[in-house]
C-alpha cells in the first residue's frame, strides 16, 4: 500500500515539476500562480499543498531534488568506481572528476535541459550553479581521501584554497556554458572539454 501510495505521489509531483517548467517558460515564474500550476498539473490546489507550500517551496524543492541526483552520479558513483587513474605525459594521476560519472551527470543535464531552463530564467540560476560547485568540491575532497592525499597549504605554489577555486571553477563554467548554449554539444563532446582543460594550461589557449 505504501509503495502504490508513494508511486502516486512520484506521478503528481512529476506533473507539478513539468507543469512548473512550462509555466515559468509561458508566462514567468513572478506571474505564475499556485492555481496556474494546479490547472496544468491537472490535480487540485489541495494536491499540490500536500507537497508544497507555495511555488517558491516548490522552486526549492525541485532545486533540492535536483542536487540530490547530482550527488548521487558524481559523489557515490565516484565512490564506487575502480577506474581511479588517468595517464598523462606518462604519468599516472588521480581523476578527481571521474569521466563515466561526469558524462552521466551531462546527459542527467541535457535529458531534462527544459526544467534547467525554466529554473534560470525564474531568478535562481545562480543558487543552482554554486550547489552545483559545492558538489564538485565534496567529489575532489572524496577522491582525495581515497587516495590518502595529504592536505597541502599550495599546490605549485598556489595557496590551497585559490588552487581548489581554480579546479572547481573551471569544471563548473564549462558546464554552465554549456547549459547556457542549449546544449548544443553532445555530453561525450563536454566531457572531452573537461578531460582536455585538466592538462591546458590557460595561457595555453592564446596562442
Given at each position: 500500500?505504501a509503495?502504490?501510495?508513494?508511486?502516486?505521489?512520484t506521478?503528481?509531483?512529476?506533473?507539478?515539476?513539468?507543469?512548473f517548467?512550462?509555466?515559468?517558460k509561458?508566462k514567468?515564474?513572478?506571474?505564475?500562480?499556485?492555481?496556474?500550476?494546479a490547472r496544468?498539473a491537472?490535480?487540485?490546489r489541495?494536491?499540490?499543498?500536500?507537497?508544497?507550500?507555495?511555488?517558491?517551496?516548490?522552486r526549492?524543492?525541485l532545486?533540492?531534488d535536483?542536487?540530490?541526483?547530482?550527488?548521487?552520479?558524481?559523489?557515490?558513483?565516484?565512490?564506487?568506481?575502480t577506474?581511479?587513474?588517468?595517464?598523462?605525459?606518462?604519468?599516472?594521476?588521480?581523476?578527481?572528476?571521474?569521466?563515466?560519472?561526469?558524462?552521466?551527470?551531462l546527459?542527467?543535464f541535457k535529458?531534462?535541459?527544459?526544467?534547467?531552463?525554466?529554473?534560470?530564467?525564474?531568478?535562481?540560476?545562480?543558487?543552482?550553479?554554486?550547489?552545483?560547485?559545492?558538489?564538485?568540491k565534496?567529489?575532489?575532497?572524496?577522491?582525495?581521501?581515497?587516495?590518502?592525499?595529504?592536505?597541502?597549504?599550495?599546490?605549485?605554489?598556489?595557496?590551497?584554497?585559490?588552487?581548489?577555486?581554480?579546479?572547481?571553477?573551471?569544471?563548473?563554467?564549462?558546464?554552465?556554458?554549456?547549459l547556457r548554449?542549449?546544449?548544443?554539444?553532445?555530453?561525450d563532446?563536454?566531457?572531452?572539454?573537461?578531460?582536455?582543460?585538466?592538462?591546458?594550461?590557460?595561457?595555453?589557449?592564446?596562442?
Open positions: 500500500m509503495t502504490a501510495t508513494g508511486k502516486r505521489n506521478q503528481t509531483e512529476a506533473k507539478i515539476k513539468a507543469a517548467t512550462t509555466l515559468v509561458s514567468g515564474f513572478d506571474a505564475m500562480t499556485v492555481s496556474d500550476i496544468t491537472g490535480i487540485n489541495g494536491t499540490f499543498y500536500m507537497h508544497y507550500i507555495d511555488k517558491f517551496d516548490l526549492q524543492q532545486i533540492d535536483t542536487i540530490d541526483d547530482l550527488t548521487g552520479i558524481l559523489i557515490t558513483k565516484a565512490e564506487t568506481n577506474q581511479v587513474t588517468t595517464r598523462t605525459g606518462g604519468r599516472a594521476i588521480c581523476d578527481v572528476f571521474q569521466t563515466r560519472a561526469i558524462v552521466e551527470a546527459h542527467y535529458n531534462d535541459f527544459a526544467f534547467f531552463d525554466a529554473v534560470s530564467q525564474s531568478g535562481t540560476d545562480m543558487q543552482l550553479y554554486d550547489r552545483l560547485r559545492d558538489v564538485l565534496r567529489l575532489i575532497v572524496t577522491q582525495a581521501r581515497r587516495f590518502g592525499a595529504e592536505p597541502q597549504t599550495s599546490y605549485n605554489g598556489i595557496p590551497a584554497d585559490y588552487a581548489m577555486e581554480i579546479l572547481i571553477s573551471s569544471v563548473a563554467s564549462i558546464i554552465w556554458l554549456w548554449r542549449g546544449c548544443k554539444e553532445s555530453p563532446e563536454i566531457c572531452l572539454i573537461i578531460e582536455k582543460n585538466k592538462t591546458t594550461a590557460p595561457i595555453d589557449i592564446l596562442w
